[in-house]
């Protein structure tokens, strides 16, 4: 974690609101006493994009956890750095001996820190390989992990839940976010259970209850546990465990599970089997010996901005992840193009050094993972409000703007304030932890003028918000 030692800047109505005795101003203080939401658990901020005087403020020097709101600053400073056209390339080597269309040896992976190499991805490289004339591989699969470290706890779920796809940790080569689709499908007096896309080497363990009569247990309701592979060539097994209803008919249940090395060798390997290819061989770690140039390379099919668009559309917190974790790898290269393989710490202050050459000083900022699942992080509303202003001003301003949710039309506000007259024309990211609840975005004015809004609220009436948040929305529209 970082708190970034630089001077805040504010403008000056908000910081004299931000530190003004009494209570918040009008129709705030309306607002949140009828949602029972105490004004201390609020930090507020609506100002022209334009600039001028705010149009409310509120607490919005002080520091708050701004849950996934924080993936504002990651994605605007990916943007900035990396640039909206940049992509990332996934190499393959080969180590051994090859006759004709075997290879005596290993194929290396070296993992370019791809956030989206779905298992679309991953077959169209399979492909290619093949269509190079390789078939049988007598050796093991190599992951070459070196381009970051994504630190010791990176894997640990936030929640205790391994098994939810918001909790995977990020990784160089993740593929397919760490998680395949338990497809569920209640057959005579049990449930049939296959996983899409499939994953080798993986034995499920069923011990789901079949319940008679309508859907009153959904595949939601069940567990999904890691447990040891039992006969020869397994990399794990998987224990289903719950009650499903018959009548709820064919479900599916997308989860993470095992580790980032297993689950690659797995969805590697049925991936190759798939493709007519012969693997028997193991995966293991083995750091920097992807050397040279690549036999193969796959080069993602997405820009940076699709990425973007993906992280704040749905707020993917593996994504992000990676994605801060990316900025410091640029960072970190050599001259030679080798890298020290950087963490977290260089890619934090990477991040808080591109804020201090653009004249964006956040002294209260905390950055943790880059995700908002945290508990850690920090930012002022007045310092989300500041990079809103400043993303607007560049050139990549406009795919920033796109890449948040659309109120009442997609992504995580698809269902918010929908045909009210505020609905497409406000673009706000939302965040939302445990005593937690923010969003912060770019609101168009019935007049046509553009505010930027940012709205935190940490403590035990967090979850109360909600219609805070809706008529804040509702009524920033509504000025002239």
């Avoid at 640039?83 to 090859?98: C, E, K, M, N």
């Avoid at 991953?122 to 390789?134: H, P």
């Avoid at 406000?426 to 019935?446: F, H, N, P, Q």
């Amino acid at each position: 974690m970082l708190g970034a030692a630089l001077g805040l800047l504010l403008p000056g109505a908000a910081a004299r609101a931000a530190g003004a005795h009494g209570g918040p101003p009008p129709p705030l203080d309306i607002w949140l006493r009828e949602a029972g939401v105490p004004a201390a658990q609020v930090g507020v901020l609506v100002e022209p994009l334009a600039g001028g005087p705010p149009l409310l403020a509120w607490q919005s020097g002080q520091a708050f956890n701004p849950a996934s709101a924080m993936k504002l600053l990651t994605s605007s400073a990916a943007l900035a750095m990396l640039g909206p056209d940049y992509r990332w390339r996934t190499g393959a080597w080969l180590r051994g001996v090859r006759s004709g269309d075997v290879l005596v040896g290993d194929l290396i992976l070296r993992g370019g820190g791809d956030p989206k190499l779905v298992i679309e991805d991953l077959s169209a490289f399979v492909q290619r390989m093949r269509a190079q004339g390789l078939r049988e591989l007598r050796g093991d699969l190599v992951i070459d992990d070196s381009l970051f470290d994504a630190g010791a706890s990176a894997d640990e779920p936030f929640d205790g839940d391994a098994s939810q796809p918001y909790n995977v940790g990020p990784h160089p080569l993740l593929m397919n976010f760490k998680a395949s689709r338990l497809v569920l499908r209640p057959v005579g007096g049990e449930v049939r259970i296959a996983l899409d896309p499939p994953l080798a080497d993986v034995r499920i363990d069923n011990a789901v209850r079949v319940v008679a009569g309508g859907c009153r247990h959904a595949a939601g309701g069940l567990s999904i546990r890691e447990g040891p592979g039992s006969a020869a060539g397994e990399v794990a097994s998987l224990r289903v465990s719950g009650s499903f209803s018959a009548g709820c008919g064919e479900q599916g249940l997308f989860a993470a599970m095992l580790g980032h090395r297993d689950f690659i060798h797995a969805l590697f390997k049925a991936a190759w089997e798939a493709s007519g290819g012969v693997f028997a061989g193991r995966t293991r770690v083995q750091r920097g010996v992807a050397v040279g140039p690549p036999w193969l390379e796959w080069v993602s099919p997405r820009t940076l901005a699709d990425v973007v668009r993906d992280i704040n559309k749905f707020s993917n917190n593996v994504m992000s992840r990676n994605l801060l974790l990316q900025i410091g790898a640029e960072r970190a290269l050599r001259p030679a193009g080798e890298p020290r393989r950087p963490g977290l710490a260089v890619a934090r202050e990477a991040v808080v050094g591109w804020l201090a050459g653009e004249g964006l000083r956040f002294p209260e900022l905390v950055i943790d993972n880059g995700a908002g699942l945290s508990r850690a992080e920090r930012i002022a509303p007045a310092s989300l409000a500041a990079l809103l202003r400043h993303v607007a001003a560049r050139d990549w301003g406009g795919l920033l703007r796109e890449s948040l949710p659309r109120v009442g039309q997609d992504g995580t506000m698809r269902h918010r304030l929908v045909g009210e007259a505020v609905a497409g024309r406000a673009w706000i990211k939302t965040g939302s932890l445990d005593e937690v609840r923010s969003i912060a975005g770019y609101v168009d004015t019935a007049s046509g003028r553009r505010v930027v809004a940012v709205l935190l609220v940490n403590g035990p009436a967090a979850a109360a918000s909600a219609v805070v948040q809706d008529r804040l929305l509702r009524w920033v529209h509504a000025q002239a």
